[in-house]
């Protein structure tokens, strides 16, 4: 009896640390930091998302790619080694998981007002199966160039991943909890949906036109993107 008890009580310590940990480490948004560093708020331009499609299109390709990149790997990472350190602890990469989309939907350090989560969950499919990541990221190029936007890539890994998940793990919390992670971040994207529906979306091939200068004379032209 007691060593049930004490098993239950170490999972849940396990869960607590992985899903804190998660949600502290993509709390740290590259996005704002880097756009901060140039010298303007990420949150105040283009579509005054602090993400990795506002960074493509207010910083520039390059730096669109650095912000996806790091948010991917860190995420990747806590997953992952959250799986293998606590790799007795059924679920816990699912909890890992939930505690970084948490925590790049809903950062405490930008007052719970962070990105759409679509870089963190690739991170979380690349932490699961690498093979199936590099999918994902030729479905998102794919449909990035036909339609010019990267949200319909995203709709479609959202949607897809989860049966994909349980086809992996044949784990039905996981199932769920990546599920609800799926809808968090289809929900965040609303507003995503009604620019498209209205053509007013800015498409990848916009991001040069709606690139913010960071020199002083250009900063009366920054206010308009």
């Given at each position: 009896?007691?060593?049930?008890?004490?098993?239950?009580?170490?999972?849940?310590?396990?869960?607590?640390?992985v899903?804190?940990?998660?949600?502290?480490?993509?709390?740290?948004?590259?996005?704002?930091?880097?756009?901060?560093?140039?010298?303007?708020?990420?949150?105040?331009?283009?579509?005054?998302?602090?993400?990795?499609?506002?960074?493509?299109?207010?910083?520039?390709?390059?730096?669109?790619?650095?912000?996806?990149?790091?948010?991917?790997?860190?995420?990747?990472?806590?997953?992952?080694?959250?799986?293998?350190?606590?790799?007795?602890?059924?679920?816990?990469?699912?909890?890992?998981?939930?505690?970084?989309?948490?925590?790049n939907?809903?950062?405490?350090?930008?007052?719970?007002?962070?990105?759409?989560?679509?870089?963190?969950?690739?991170?979380?499919?690349?932490?699961?199966?690498?093979?199936?990541f590099?999918?994902?990221?030729?479905?998102?190029?794919?449909?990035t160039?036909i339609?010019?936007?990267?949200?319909?890539?995203?709709?479609?890994?959202?949607?897809?991943?989860?049966?994909?998940?349980?086809?992996?793990?044949?784990?039905?919390?996981?199932?769920?909890?990546?599920?609800?992670?799926?809808?968090?971040?289809?929900?965040?994207?609303?507003?995503?949906?009604?620019?498209?529906?209205?053509?007013?979306?800015?498409?990848?091939?916009?991001?040069?036109?709606?690139?913010?200068?960071?020199?002083?004379?250009?900063?009366?032209?920054?206010?308009?993107?």
């Open positions: 009896m007691y060593n049930s008890i004490y098993t239950v009580r170490r999972c849940d310590m396990n869960y607590a640390i899903f804190v940990t998660g949600y502290l480490v993509c709390c740290i948004n590259s996005a704002y930091l880097i756009a901060r560093a140039k010298g303007f708020d990420i949150r105040t331009v283009g579509s005054k998302n602090p993400g990795t499609s506002n960074a493509f299109i207010t910083l520039g390709p390059a730096w669109g790619v650095l912000v996806g990149a790091i948010d991917i790997l860190k995420t990747a990472a806590v997953v992952y080694f959250a799986g293998r350190i606590f790799a007795d602890t059924s679920y816990i990469m699912a909890v890992a998981a939930t505690g970084c989309l948490v925590g939907v809903f950062p405490a350090t930008l007052r719970f007002r962070g990105g759409k989560g679509f870089a963190a969950f690739m991170g979380v499919v690349l932490a699961y199966n690498w093979i199936v590099l999918a994902c990221v030729a479905i998102v190029a794919a449909a160039l339609t010019d936007h990267m949200v319909v890539g995203t709709f479609i890994v959202i949607g897809s991943f989860p049966i994909v998940v349980l086809f992996l793990t044949n784990e039905w919390i996981t199932f769920f909890a990546i599920l609800a992670c799926s809808i968090l971040i289809f929900c965040r994207h609303s507003e995503n949906i009604r620019r498209l529906k209205d053509g007013t979306e800015i498409g990848l091939r916009g991001c040069g036109k709606n690139r913010v200068s960071t020199h002083p004379e250009d900063e009366q032209s920054n206010r308009y993107l």
